[in-house]
């Protein structure tokens, strides 16, 4: 094997495994929140906790997006016409968990109508997205390395 396709084969297999993980994790939280509302839990669907009912959505929305996010850079990973850096593999697995944890732990220690200090890691999170994304469409329009 070369080093490319071993390189491809390592950043392909980290996310199958977290975009997998990440899919189990937040459809798990939506099927939570989902009982919850069925059982109509005060905690949840109270009208004091609307800020926690919207931080918890959030959380399982942009989980659940993330995850399919690192499934599909797992799939075009190797055809790729650069390979993909290290770095913009690093960010999107820190994104993929920093996004959906802040809106979680933002969520669950509200302070009336205001997320908990959680939510703070929100934006570093959605700006570790962002760098990976654009390191992925940079390795998109490169020359293609052998």
């Not at 989902?34 to 989980?63: C, D, I, N, P, Q």
């Not at 200090?117 to 934006?123: E, F, Q, S, T």
Request: proline fraction near 5%.
């Amino acid at each position: 094997m070369s080093d490319r396709t071993t390189h491809d084969r390592r950043l392909q297999l980290r996310h199958l495994r977290v975009g997998w993980i990440a899919l189990l994790a937040f459809a798990a939280l939506g099927t939570t929140l989902e009982a919850l509302h069925g059982f109509k839990v005060a905690w949840y669907l109270g009208v004091m906790t609307e800020s926690r009912r919207l931080l918890f959505t959030l959380a399982h929305a942009h989980g659940a997006g993330l995850g399919l996010v690192n499934l599909a850079l797992a799939a075009v990973c190797p055809s790729l016409p650069r390979p993909l850096s290290g770095t913009a593999s690093a960010s999107l697995v820190a994104g993929t968990w920093l996004v959906p944890g802040g809106f979680f732990l933002g969520g669950l220690f509200i302070h009336g109508a205001d997320p908990g200090l959680g939510a703070l890691l929100v934006p570093p999170g959605a700006l570790l997205v962002l760098f990976a994304l654009a390191l992925t469409v940079r390795a998109c329009f490169e020359p293609r390395q052998r």
